[in-house]
């Protein structure tokens, strides 16, 4: 996977070279085809200039490949926004963004081995998990309450519309201590009554699951047309069609190593129940 903007634009042009060396084209001829000035080619083949949508239909047109433009141009989309750095968009905006997409999906497909998903936080966990973020980031500390506002503004995205949504979290969801175990208990608490709710599904993949897929970060998949990585010094934008049918493929092995309904109730249960006796002063 690509992992700079450099790389993306590099690897973009790679593909595009390969088409015009495939259709026994030299850049020059490619570019009096095109009508383009006659450096145009080597600057998009060598990630130095990102085409536009009209340079990947004209390039595919008169390189024989016509039928390759729906993929490159979701390629060319991962090339624009794939590698977005944390540190380039402060957190209130990020949350703002999130709402937008989120608003414009049918269904979505979260995954989250380690914390609870944000449309699923209560006020006092995503305040505490928010605070760690900007902490860790060295972002200003007064994007806090702004970007608590807006997490929580978009959580009224599950009581809205005809939005659904399936959540996959891993078991370590339930064991990692964000705050108090008043918090967490609160929490647990906010997870059963999330499974209530008419659009919502929600499973356990158990710590004892076999390994299945190759998933290391959570991801949340909107629709089939977009998928977002978090890692620790990016968030990635997926949108080409192949990759996004891995993470599909992904989502559905984890689905069926989950637990659902009274099984993943009691499993939530039995959490609340360690807690509890943690917490309690007469153990």
């Known amino acids: 996977m690509t992992t700079t903007a450099k790389e993306?634009?590099?690897?973009?042009?790679?593909?595009?070279?390969?088409l015009r060396k495939d259709a026994g084209l030299t850049g020059r001829q490619l570019s009096?085809?095109?009508?383009w000035h006659s450096s145009k080619v080597s600057k998009i083949e060598y990630g130095k200039q990102t085409p536009t949508d009209d340079d990947v239909r004209v390039?595919?047109?008169?390189?024989?490949?016509a039928d390759q433009v729906p993929d490159l141009l979701a390629n060319l989309r991962n090339v624009e926004t794939a590698y977005l750095e944390q540190k380039r968009m402060r957190l209130p905006h990020r949350q703002k963004q999130s709402i937008a997409t989120e608003g414009q999906t049918g269904l979505m497909r979260w995954y989250e081995?380690?914390?609870?998903?944000?449309?699923?936080?209560?006020?006092p966990y995503a305040e505490a998990l928010l605070a760690m973020?900007?902490?860790?980031?060295?972002?200003?500390?007064?994007?806090?309450?702004?970007?608590?506002?807006?997490?929580?503004?978009r959580q009224q995205v599950l009581?809205?519309?005809?939005?659904?949504?399936?959540?996959?979290?891993?078991?370590?969801?339930?064991?990692?201590r964000v705050g108090t175990a008043d918090l967490m208990l609160e929490q647990m608490d906010r997870l059963l009554t999330a499974m209530s709710l008419p659009r919502v599904v929600l499973g356990i993949v158990p710590t004892s699951s076999d390994y299945r897929a190759p998933v290391m970060n959570n991801f949340i998949m909107f629709d089939t047309r977009m998928v977002q990585v978090e890692t620790i010094s990016a968030e990635l934008t997926?949108?080409?069609p192949s990759e996004i049918a891995l993470y599909d493929k992904a989502f559905h092995r984890l689905k069926n190593q989950a637990i659902h309904g009274q099984d993943a109730r009691a499993?939530?249960?039995?959490?609340?129940?360690?807690?509890?006796?943690?917490?309690?002063p007469r153990t």
Do not use: K
């Not at 993306?8 to 390969?18: D, T």
């Not at 009581?159 to 990692?176: A, D, K, M, S």
């Open 32 to 35: 009096e085809l095109a009508g």
């Open 267 to 280: 499993m939530i249960a039995a959490a609340m129940a360690a807690l509890r006796s943690d917490h309690d």
């Open 133 to 153: 973020v900007l902490d860790f980031y060295d972002d200003p500390p007064d994007d806090l309450e702004p970007g608590l506002a807006a997490r929580l503004e």
């Open 113 to 123: 081995p380690v914390v609870v998903p944000g449309l699923l936080q209560t006020p």
């Open 59 to 65: 390039w595919c047109i008169h390189t024989h490949s």
């Open 159 to 176: 009581y809205r519309g005809n939005h659904r949504f399936y959540f996959l979290l891993g078991e370590q969801v339930l064991h990692t």
């Open 238 to 240: 997926i949108t080409q």
């Open 8 to 18: 993306a634009r590099e690897a973009f042009g790679e593909r595009l070279r390969n």
